[in-house]
């Protein structure tokens, strides 16, 4: 007789496959990082190495010897970026892991447990490895952050310039709208130079200014003082230097966007005509939206809430390549504009959408608070939320539809259209009046409109 062959047990047919079985993980330190790869490539499968870049080089030599493919490591502070640099130039597959996903390690917790507890996860195929975008584009989006924290030490330095004038009873800032204007710059310097005649100073009035030359006059009337005079001198000094360095990297960023575009397609389409003027005083110097299309192939600036600077820091962000996101719905889950979704006994626990320290995220959320401000498809979207649900949450909402039309833009080539504010609102209108006419048939109801003493029809 023939027996049957056994079925195989439970327990191994739901056992966990390898999916790497060169994978190795590092624990992340400030003075050493330590190593771990599977135990059947090296007697020693855990290995402790110093952060020197000597040390790295050793670390990458012995990965190689042991034919090592794949690397998993945490997002620690800045101390990953060394390795990651270094063992992606050396061809290995390198993820970086939030640690939220690796955080409950069985056992005591030291260096080396938490090594192999990310290794073992790791091999098994149970990591998501965080956004990295490639090389040319993380030296853009490093520059980027370099130029905006260079002009929130700059903002800062403007406070202080508005204190030295407050010292010595210079109402400047009262009669103008920005002491950095042409105006405010042309009076500042004239006073660090040693002019403090208040009818000089008027002189330099920009005739675009509101404010009258009486009145500049008379807020430049004060009490000049040898300490506040150094303080104002120091503090525009400083300014000025700041800005001299967002020049240098202005230089950096359109270099590296000269880079980006000789590789990229050159558009079918000409550049459309830009939408508004971009009247952001803190905008790189160069033409920002020519070479945004040259890379692109698209002009994101039609989007409405997006301006030429807001559209490079995102592309800076998010990359250019949005296949590395299935669908829109896991770019804005990505951005953490999405809701969530905890659910337990069927019941939902929470529907709140998550924290995160995203700028694309922080990005978006400034454009829809701008685009509520306009006479726009996405300005009466914002505002019926914002009248329904609240500002936040209508913030949150409008970023997401942005999110989505970026998205589309660039993955698929949409061009957008504003339909206007008048075919929203029209939209919206019929929309609610046909759940009214559904909902008064189902209570045996009809609905008939109104009519003037002229015979037309009330809207």
């Not at 790869?37 to 870049?53: A, G, Q, W, Y």
């Not at 310097?189 to 509101?210: M, N, S, T």
Request: proline fraction near 5%; glycine fraction near 6%.
């Amino acid at each position: 007789m023939t027996r049957k062959a056994s079925r195989p047990s439970r327990s191994k047919k739901d056992a966990l496959q390898v999916v790497h079985p060169h994978a190795a993980a590092i624990d992340i330190g400030s003075r050493f990082h330590v190593v771990a790869i599977p135990p059947d490539h090296d007697e020693l499968p855990v290995r402790t190495f110093n952060t020197f870049t000597g040390d790295l080089c050793l670390l990458a030599d012995w990965l190689g010897e042991k034919q090592i493919t794949t690397v998993a490591m945490e997002s620690t502070g800045v101390y990953w970026i060394p390795v990651y640099e270094l063992l992606e130039e050396r061809g290995f597959d390198v993820i970086l892991v939030n640690a939220r996903d690796t955080k409950n390690v069985p056992g005591r917790k030291t260096d080396i447990n938490d090594a192999q507890w990310l290794q073992r996860l790791h091999a098994y195929g149970l990591l998501r490895g965080s956004f990295r975008p490639a090389q040319e584009l993380a030296s853009l989006r490093a520059t980027l952050r370099q130029r905006e924290r260079l002009l929130a030490y700059a903002a800062a330095h403007i406070q202080h310039m508005q204190k030295a004038l407050m010292e010595m009873n210079l109402q400047l800032h009262h009669v103008v709208t920005d002491i950095t204007g042409v105006t405010g710059m042309r009076i500042l310097r004239a006073i660090v130079a040693g002019q403090h005649d208040p009818l000089i100073l008027a002189e330099y009035r920009d005739p675009r200014c509101k404010a009258s030359e009486e009145t500049i006059r008379q807020a430049l009337s004060g009490h000049y003082r040898e300490e506040h005079l150094l303080a104002l001198c120091q503090s525009l000094a400083l300014y000025d230097s700041y800005h001299e360095h967002v020049a240098v990297c202005d230089q950096l960023i359109e270099a590296t966007l000269k880079r980006l575009s000789l590789t990229a397609p050159v558009p079918d389409k000409p550049l459309p005509a830009a939408r508004h003027r971009d009247a952001n005083p803190n905008a790189p110097a160069f033409d920002v939206r020519a070479s945004l299309f040259t890379i692109i192939g698209a002009d994101l600036t039609q989007i409405h809430g997006l301006g030429p600077y807001l559209v490079l820091k995102l592309v800076g962000e998010c990359g250019t390549d949005m296949q590395r996101w299935p669908t829109a719905k896991h770019f804005t889950s990505w951005l953490a504009l999405s809701p969530g979704s905890k659910i337990s006994g069927g019941k939902v626990l929470s529907s709140r959408t998550r924290r995160t320290k995203n700028r694309a995220a922080a990005l978006l959320r400034l454009a829809a608070t701008t685009v509520g401000r306009t006479q726009t498809a996405l300005g009466a979207f914002y505002r019926r939320l914002a009248s329904r649900i609240g500002k936040a949450k209508a913030v949150t909402a409008t970023a997401r539809k942005i999110a989505v039309l970026f998205y589309n833009a660039l993955r698929h080539g949409m061009t957008y259209q504003d339909p206007g504010a008048t075919y929203y609102e029209e939209r919206y209108r019929q929309r609610i009046l046909t759940n009214v006419r559904r909902r008064a048939q189902s209570l045996g109801y009809q609905l008939t409109p109104l009519l003037t003493e002229g015979g037309a029809r009330v809207s």
